[in-house]
């Protein structure tokens, strides 16, 4: 709207109310980070923006509508699937939760409210990935719910929260801590709780001298080595980090009524080459040694992936499922199908933003940033002429 004189934008969203991930994906003890609601607020007061929620497109409204109705679309609607492991027992046994269906649901997501998760069924819980939506998992899991109750976090959140039986946090990966996937942030922040503490783990994997890694790469060997200052006699609760281990299996509990998790075997990694230890692109092999952590609760945090929206194809629109995100050209122009290898070329008024642009990767600042980017190029295209959809340009109206 500030590039283009006398922009209207439309923006279109399934959930009844805006801020997305923002409002639904962030932790409720990080409130700071919503506050970029403010300016996404700002831009909304404008009278050339309307908001139209509670819209499922492909089901509520075609896609190929949005191409008569207006000049220009851009797809930003994330990542609403969870990668899942394709373990034995995944898919059946209870106890064994998605990451990303416990944070909407103690986020007060509509879609994950009935998610009803049993955190009074075992003392240890395990947690199947190491990026920053793991660390918030581990963080709610193990923080006072009285100090949780200053938040935003419904009320039902809370009432489940403060039945938990969890003592013991295992934050499982298949590489190292040097390849760790969350920010030195949301570790820092686990080793701070009060009266909890951190296990130990091989400190052979750590490097030796750090004086020569980069910044950030030194900051987290430091903090690893240091661990929490609380020594864990002292503590109520502990986590730890349970490095070259990959799931193989869910087990469930023998004799039980129903098909409840038991145990968790995984199968333990080692690095393709020893010189790869410390780089950040490690790469690990399976090994035949085999390890169990008996527990009722698991939660699996591998990452997101995005979606095929109904009526792409029919626009020509090339989805990549493997990766998860629309071909593009960087900058968000998208590209139309392949065909004989190539691609066809940028599909006029067609844009992208965010995971569904380059990946669940990355903080909301990225995300930010990369839509500033895409929003550039529909500023560019406009005032170089490119064609557009030439859909009139009425929009919701």
Not at 73 to 101: N, P
Not at 146 to 169: F, G, I, N, Q, W
Not at 291 to 313: C, N, V
Not at 329 to 337: A, S, T
């Amino acid at each position: 709207m500030q590039g283009i004189e006398h922009a209207v934008v439309d923006m279109y969203e399934q959930l009844p109310i805006p801020f997305g991930l923002v409002r639904y994906g962030v932790a409720p003890d990080h409130p700071e980070v919503k506050n970029c609601q403010d300016k996404f607020t700002e831009v909304a007061s404008s009278p050339n923006f309307n908001f139209i929620g509670n819209i499922q497109v492909g089901k509520d409204v075609q896609l190929r509508s949005f191409t008569k109705h207006y000049d220009a679309v851009s797809f930003a609607y994330g990542a609403s699937k969870d990668r899942k492991l394709g373990v034995k027992g995944e898919d059946y046994l209870d106890g064994i939760y998605s990451a990303r269906d416990f944070v909407g649901w103690y986020n007060g997501l509509p879609d994950s409210s009935n998610l009803a998760p049993r955190l009074d069924v075992s003392d240890t819980a395990v947690i199947i990935g190491q990026g920053n939506v793991a660390m918030d998992v581990a963080r709610t899991l193990l923080k006072d719910v009285d100090t949780l109750r200053h938040t935003d976090m419904p009320d039902y959140a809370l009432a489940e929260l403060s039945k938990s039986r969890v003592k013991e946090v295992h934050i499982v990966g298949r590489r190292g801590p040097m390849q760790l996937a969350s920010t030195i942030k949301e570790v820092r922040e686990l080793m701070k709780l009060p009266k909890v503490g951190f296990g130990p783990f091989d400190q052979k994997l750590l490097p030796s001298d750090i004086s020569s890694l980069p910044r950030t790469a030194k900051r987290l060997t430091k903090l690893l080595k240091e661990g929490s200052s609380l020594q864990r006699v002292h503590s109520n609760k502990q986590w730890r980090f349970d490095f070259l281990m990959a799931p193989e299996q869910f087990r469930p509990a023998i004799g039980a009524s129903l098909p409840q998790l038991s145990e968790v075997e995984f199968r333990r990694t080692k690095y393709a080459s020893e010189n790869d230890v410390f780089r950040s692109d490690a790469k690990v092999e399976s090994t035949e040694s085999r390890i169990s952590i008996e527990t009722g609760l698991a939660f699996r945090s591998i990452g997101y992936q995005s979606e095929e929206l109904p009526g792409m194809k029919e626009l020509g629109i090339d989805f990549d499922a493997k990766k998860g995100i629309i071909i593009n050209d960087h900058d968000g122009r998208l590209i139309g199908e392949q065909q004989d290898q190539v691609h066809s070329g940028p599909l006029p008024g067609l844009y992208c933003a965010g995971w569904v642009k380059r990946g669940p990767t990355g903080v909301i600042a990225n995300t930010m940033e990369d839509s500033f980017a895409t929003a550039e190029a529909i500023v560019e295209d406009w005032k170089n002429q490119v064609p557009f959809l030439g859909g009139g340009g009425d929009g919701w109206h």
